[in-house]
């Protein structure tokens, strides 16, 4: 049987490893869940955040972009977990610059395909900066459009009566994301 892997992406401070943390408090049994953390710096913060709260086995990998410099990096890891762990599921929260394309790319790796399975792309976007959406460039509208499943986080931080408004615009320039 595969590992299901469920991929959390979304831009800087958008929500990731607070949705992440709140997963990983689920009352389900998460023995067979990994959990991959992409760090863009050398100093893996997230990681430590999740830690204090999961029951799954948590991997670093830090320094740098698991969707680029770090690509060879996250098929030698993922590899090594399969060996040692056969894990049922893996959850890969990505750095907030990470293009999930070229993450799901590497998963169909010669040596990754026949054990992980890719089920979903979660991508995580803020309300505060859904006006700046223009100025983040193509991994922003990459994470926008390879996602499953969007979910529009901060919404406390809009005015109500635009809540409707961003999600219908996020609906619009998503690919095949369902928006909640």
Not at 6 to 22: A, C, E, P, Q, W
Not at 78 to 88: A, K, M, R, S, W
Not at 143 to 162: F, G, M, P, S
Request: glycine share 6%.
């Amino acid at each position: 049987m595969k590992t299901k892997v469920f991929i959390i992406t979304g831009f800087l401070g958008s929500g990731k490893t607070t949705l992440l943390k709140r997963i990983l408090s689920f009352s389900g049994d998460l023995s067979k869940t990994i959990v991959l953390v992409n760090e863009f710096g050398k100093v893996g913060i997230d990681g430590s955040l999740i830690k204090k709260t999961a029951a799954a086995n948590i991997v670093e990998l830090n320094s740098g972009c698991i969707c680029c410099s770090l690509k060879v990096d996250m098929i030698q890891t993922l590899q090594i977990l399969n060996y040692e762990y056969t894990p049922e599921r893996l959850v890969i929260e990505a750095t907030g610059v990470a293009d999930p394309l070229s993450i799901s790319e590497a998963l169909n790796d010669r040596m990754l395909k026949p054990h992980f399975k890719l089920e979903k792309i979660i991508t995580v976007v803020d309300g505060d900066f859904w006006e700046a959406r223009d100025s983040f460039g193509t991994v922003f509208k990459s994470q926008i459009n390879q996602a499953d499943l969007i979910l529009l986080n901060k919404v406390d931080t809009l005015d109500k009566k635009n809540i409707s408004i961003v999600l219908r615009q996020i609906q619009d320039e998503s690919a095949k994301g369902t928006v909640i």
